[in-house]
């Protein structure tokens, strides 16, 4: 489903007329759509979110930025090989390296690696990805259609929050949870891997 699609599921959902009741306009169903998108990016590792970008380190420079839709890192790899993350203290220690011919970190909005190398280093970051902002009704989530009907029980929510009816609101949470619950079985049977939750993996969050 594109975005006015999603729209009209969700104030089919609330009985809203196609013009609107006054509280609940377009404008805040959409916005209750990216809402609910933000929050299913940040709580699994969904896989149509991964997505990779190629960095350059300079000679001489370990840093490089991170790629700009970034939400959590899965992977830095060089010349073909994975190099291990580590935690900003165990990075400053740049004398064990356990091995490895490189380590990384993240600290702000840049990806760091050590030792600095006299030459440019080429590396893939393989990372989770934000969900695109959707700024007219003919864009679809890059989220798989078969899945859609979360958004418009997650929007439903919030838009029943918005009118002040807890009632209705735990009964779209309670959809939506079970969904959610769904999404994450279905796609394990259909990749083969566990879906992780977002905070097990905090060593890459960036907000």
Not at 120 to 149: C, N, R, W
Not at 171 to 200: C, E, F
């Amino acid at each position: 489903m594109n975005r006015g699609e999603l729209r009209t599921e969700i104030k089919n959902r609330l009985a809203i007329p196609s013009s609107g009741d006054g509280l609940i306009t377009d404008t805040v169903v959409n916005q209750a759509i990216t809402d609910a998108l933000n929050v299913m990016v940040t709580t699994r590792d969904w896989p149509w979110l991964v997505a990779s970008q190629q960095l350059a380190f300079p000679a001489n420079i370990n840093s490089a930025e991170l790629p700009c839709d970034f939400v959590r890192a899965k992977e830095l790899v060089v010349n073909g090989q994975p190099v291990p993350y580590v935690d900003l203290n165990q990075f400053i220690n740049t004398a064990d390296y356990s091995g490895w011919p490189y380590q990384w970190t993240i600290v702000g909005n840049q990806v760091q690696i050590s030792p600095t190398s006299s030459q440019m280093i080429l590396a893939t970051m393989y990372y989770y990805k934000t969900e695109p902002e959707m700024t007219v009704d003919s864009q679809e989530p890059v989220m798989p259609g078969f899945l859609h009907q979360w958004i418009v029980a997650y929007g439903a929510y919030l838009c029943a929050l918005r009118r002040q009816d807890e009632g209705r609101a735990a009964v779209y949470m309670a959809q939506s949870n079970d969904l959610m619950n769904r999404m994450r079985d279905d796609v394990r049977r259909k990749t083969g891997r566990k879906i992780q939750v977002a905070p097990r993996v905090s060593y890459a969050n960036w907000q």
